[in-house]
């Protein structure tokens, strides 16, 4: 994954300084605002049987656009976002029933709330109409973040449990730095006097462990996965003045 991260960097760098000797110059700079639903889960190595975390994300986006090298608008895009990650165990029976828990009654339930703090840099590849009219584009670059806050929820107690106690139950987060690689693509539309709208599948792959990962750990791995789908409305703070520009 690193030497994937590495590629990736070094491949845009050159492509840019190829087309700043064969492609259109930009000067583009846009900001903005987005906000989305996210779907996340924790690789757990033992395994931990889950189903998707569910919160929302949101934060400020800004976008620089270099070039149009032929048919390929390229950009960099970095964003700020607070992000409400986490897990949610998949607690069932052999038969893969819900658990019941004979104190309750209830179907046993937990999870794990994360609150981070996200900076993802991607490069942008762009195809489609810049100024007015639809774009279809793909991103990639990596991504860091920061740990704010995490909370627990159960509907039962830890010496209830019929299964008895997991370990990443009582465990905190051991590692609040996190990082990784992000990719996604997308729709834009955008409009001179209005702006830009886009409509953006996106996945995280965590390069991180949230636990410690040695001999002596219980995880060997324990890494994040996300897929956020969102929505960025950018309006533009610099525009290149050229009337190829479409």
Not at 37 to 66: D, E, K
Not at 214 to 236: G, H, W
Request: hydrophobic fraction near 35%; charge should be positive.
């Amino acid at each position: 994954m690193l030497r994937l991260l590495a590629i990736l960097i070094t491949y845009h760098l050159s492509l840019i300084a190829v087309s700043a000797q064969v492609g259109d110059h930009r000067s583009d700079f846009a900001v903005g605002l987005s906000g989305g639903y996210m779907l996340s889960s924790v690789g757990f190595t033992p395994r931990v049987p889950q189903n998707q975390h569910t919160g929302m994300t949101g934060g400020i986006s800004m976008r620089y656009t270099s070039e149009k090298y032929f048919n390929s608008i390229c950009a960099i895009v970095a964003e700020l976002n607070y992000a409400q990650i986490g897990w949610k165990e998949k607690i069932t029976t052999m038969e893969d029933e819900p658990l019941i828990n004979s104190v309750t009654g209830l179907a046993e339930a937990y999870q794990r709330d994360l609150n981070y703090l996200q900076v993802p840099v991607m490069a942008r590849m762009g195809w489609g109409r810049e100024r007015k009219g639809v774009q279809f584009f793909v991103q990639a670059g990596p991504q860091i973040g920061v740990m704010l806050s995490e909370n627990t929820v159960k509907n039962y107690d830890v010496s209830e449990r019929v299964q008895g106690a997991q370990a990443q139950d009582s465990m905190s987060v051991e590692h609040k730095f996190d990082y990784g690689i992000a990719g996604g693509l997308g729709l834009e539309f955008s409009h001179p006097k209005v702006g830009h709208f886009i409509l953006e599948g996106r996945y995280y792959y965590g390069l991180g462990d949230i636990y410690g990962n040695s001999k002596r750990d219980f995880f060997a791995r324990s890494n994040f996965q996300n897929v956020t789908v969102k929505l960025t409305y950018l309006f533009d703070i610099q525009k290149t003045k050229n009337y190829k520009i479409k």
